[in-house]
């Protein structure tokens, strides 16, 4: 299983741009995906996960509200949505799978992809 994050780059203060994490997978079943971010400087930190079938979602509060998970399992794709995009939210975005299904939200992941870098500019 690969996962791939996409759609990383130069952000203006205030923009919206939509990450991808494209899952690929050649046996076994969709999981529930993650999105984590690092900052310069700063530990990797843990924002949003997505069930298997997008049926339960988890925000951590520091997204909550400016933030939207989702997934299309036709497209084998999960994306997040960012909105008000602040200089702050730069760093390396990475979405990984749920190593451990059967809890939610999910605490221990695995495949991870290899991040999109976000910058935003004020």
């Known amino acids: 299983v690969q996962l791939q994050a996409s759609g990383g780059g130069l952000v203006q203060a205030g923009g919206s741009p939509r990450l991808s994490c494209e899952v690929f997978r050649n046996i076994g079943s969709p999981k529930a995906v993650g999105w984590f971010r690092q900052g310069p400087g700063k530990e990797r930190e843990f924002m949003a996960a997505?069930?298997?079938?997008?049926?339960?979602?988890y925000y951590e509060d520091f997204v909550k509200g400016r933030f939207t998970i989702s997934r299309d399992n036709a497209k084998n794709t999960v994306y997040l949505q960012m909105n008000k995009l602040q200089p702050d939210d730069t760093g390396v975005y990475y979405c990984a799978e749920d190593a451990r299904p059967g809890g939610w939200p999910p605490r221990e992941f695995n495949n991870w992809g290899q991040g999109t870098l976000v910058t935003v500019s004020s």
């Open positions: 997505v069930s298997w079938n997008g049926g339960r979602i």
